[in-house]
């Protein structure tokens, strides 16, 4: 338990010192220790001092999950559950310049070194499945399994 506002901060800079955070994060993991502090004046203080930031806390998050292989969609759900505002999170992904459609070629040769059958459906399902699971759209899954059966 955290009885002051400084000890609020202490806690929230070890955080910080990890990892990025989102406000919300923060605010969220220090909740249930800080009852008697105002929390939002810590949270408020640690953004003015640049200790956190969300616009970095984005574009970390952004690079993070791509670099790991996940989709736009996935990611913006992500960053949307984390707190983190609509309008930043367009802003960040006009930024960064990461090819969808290359990302998605890519994990799809990753996962599938066969070519796929045409006729074959079932597998054809299994695969958009996979695909989309990790967050890329139907036009980004499409380009992918069609330069996959071009390759071969």
């Known amino acids: ?4 506002q400084s000890e609020a901060k202490s806690a929230a800079i070890g955080l ?3 990892r990025e ?3 919300k994060e923060l605010r969220d993991k220090l909740a249930s220790r800080c009852e008697a502090v105002d929390l939002e004046a ?3 203080d640690l953004a003015g001092n640049g200790y956190q930031s969300d616009q970095r806390f984005t574009e ?3 690079r993070m999950r791509a670099g790991q ?3 736009w969609v996935k990611i913006r759900f992500e960053l949307q559950r ?3 505002d609509n309008e930043l999170v367009a ?3 006009e930024a960064t310049e990461i090819d969808w459609f290359a990302l998605a070629q890519e994990m799809y040769q990753r996962k599938y070194r066969t070519e796929l059958d045409r006729s074959d459906y079932k597998e054809r399902a299994k695969r958009m499945r996979f695909m989309a699971q990790r967050g890329f759209t139907s036009e980004q899954i499409n380009y992918a399994i069609e330069s996959a059966s071009q390759r071969e």
């Open 91 to 93: 802003a960040v992904s």
């Open 60 to 62: 970390s998050f952004i």
């Open 16 to 18: 910080l010192a990890r």
């Open 21 to 23: 955070h989102s406000r």
């Open 69 to 71: 292989g996940q989709g």
């Open 82 to 84: 984390k707190g983190i």
């Open 1 to 4: 338990m955290y009885q002051t």
């Open 42 to 44: 810590v949270l408020d």
